[in-house]
């Protein structure tokens, strides 16, 4: 079983919808959650980053940690076509100075 | 301010060869990790260097190697090339503190034949 999983998609959803990303991860020791935006032939973009469970609302985007659940999630309001993206999520038990662990990706495209 | 930069971009090697990629990161950034992406395992962790000094490891067999310049640059190499090697490589910098974020770079594309 890998240490964070997450759904691969594809995930298609119409232009202005809300659409919601989620993790499961199995390691405790995890204290801050990433999420970044990938496009084709790009490298990894950070979004949002939390530490330990609560909200971070940044514009149309919102990240949820819920350490008691091991389940994290991020929001996206109002999408728009320019979010069409493979969505990550990542998680460090000491951020920065130790590795990352990703989950596989989402898939997302948003149709005009 | 110039970003994370990655030389090749793509690279096409057959089995048994050995390949070098480099990286060059964000001015004044002084830690490199490397990471391997493919479609079935996602992004997973290589190594990390700060300052001249691989601080922290992946599960990766010892084919796989790195090293750090005194300007932060960082070289990654791999030996004796296996089809299951094609993936994409991206390095990713940081200054290096505590709660400092991670930059991703480009990617070089490697394909095994």
């Known amino acids: 079983q890998k240490e964070v999983e997450q759904d691969p998609g594809p995930l298609s959803v119409p232009e202005g919808a809300i659409v919601s990303l989620n993790c499961t991860y199995s390691n405790s020791a995890f204290q801050y959650f990433m999420w970044y935006r990938q496009y084709s032939r790009k490298g990894p973009e950070l979004l949002m980053y939390?530490?330990?469970?609560g909200n971070k609302e940044d514009g149309r985007f919102t990240a949820q940690v819920d350490k008691s659940s091991k389940y994290i999630s991020l929001f996206i309001r109002d999408s728009q076509p320019s979010d069409s993206a493979t969505y990550l999520c990542?998680?460090?038990?000491?951020?920065?100075?130790?590795?990352?662990?990703f989950g596989t990706g989402t898939r997302l495209t948003i149709i005009p | 301010k110039a970003g994370v930069t990655q030389t090749p971009r793509y690279l096409i090697k057959t089995r048994g060869q050995q390949v070098t990629l480099s990286c060059s990161p964000i001015s004044g950034h002084r830690s490199v990790s490397w990471y391997q992406q493919t479609p079935g395992q996602g992004l997973q962790f290589l190594f990390e260097y700060f300052s001249e000094t691989q601080r922290n490891k992946g599960n990766f067999p010892g084919r796989f190697s790195g090293r750090q310049f005194s300007n932060s640059r960082s070289e990654m190499n791999v030996s004796t090339l296996e089809l299951g090697d094609s993936a994409l490589y991206l390095c990713?910098?940081?200054?290096?503190?505590?709660?400092?974020?991670?930059?991703f770079g480009p990617g070089t594309r490697l394909t095994v034949l």
């Open positions: 990713a910098s940081r200054r290096g503190g505590q709660t400092d974020t991670q930059y």
């Open positions: 990542a998680m460090a038990s000491n951020f920065g100075n130790e590795k990352l662990t």
């Open positions: 939390t530490y330990s469970s």
